[in-house]
């Protein structure tokens, strides 16, 4: 078998990522230094998303604006959870039905009992908690500090506080008002105040005994 090393380094200075493949140092480039950079732009009416990557385009157009959208729904008796992406129907069935694969990461810090069934999860709980291959991402914004060990920090970062890429949900609830800036907090908010027809909140509690990391998941099941 022939081993694979991180032959492809960052050259710009103070940076230490490392990668197997150029295609993901040319990622990396973009989008943590801003490098040869290409916007993909949405061009639905009134929309001023734009990403630097073209599957994310593909997606913010299926969530957001319902084009081309595909429906992955859970075929488990009773169940009413429906995705549009694959991975999140892969992702419910192991949270809430136990079924698929259903195998225990374990983080292998010494003392440390956190343990997850989603490897993505893993990886960043080593960078938040325990700052294990760690990648700052900064906001762009002149004049603005902020940073964040994750992309999606930066985005909800920027919407929130610069209104940069907001798209705000509305609740369609005759009479209501309320407007959320994320999709997940209006579900919630029609759930807790309107009792939501179907909707219901499932609460899983990631604690475990003698561990450093407490984390609450609220899954919404629509």
Known sequence: MVAHTRSHACDIPGCTYRTKKSSHLKQHRANVHNIGVTYYVCNVKGCRYK?????????????????????????LPGCKYQAKEKKNLKRHKALVHQIGDVVYKKCDFPNCMFRTKLGNNLKQHKASVHNINVTIYKCDVPGCSFKSKRRTGIKKHQANIHDIGVTFYVCDFPGCKYKAKQKQTLNQHQARNHDAGRNKLLE?????????????RIVLIL
């Open 204 to 216: 899983f509690d990631l604690n475990y005994d003698g561990g450093r990391v407490k984390q609450r």
């Open 51 to 75: 990403t630097k990557i073209v599957k994310n385009l593909k997606r913010h157009k299926a969530n957001i604006h319902g084009i081309d959208v595909v429906y992955h729904t859970c075929n």
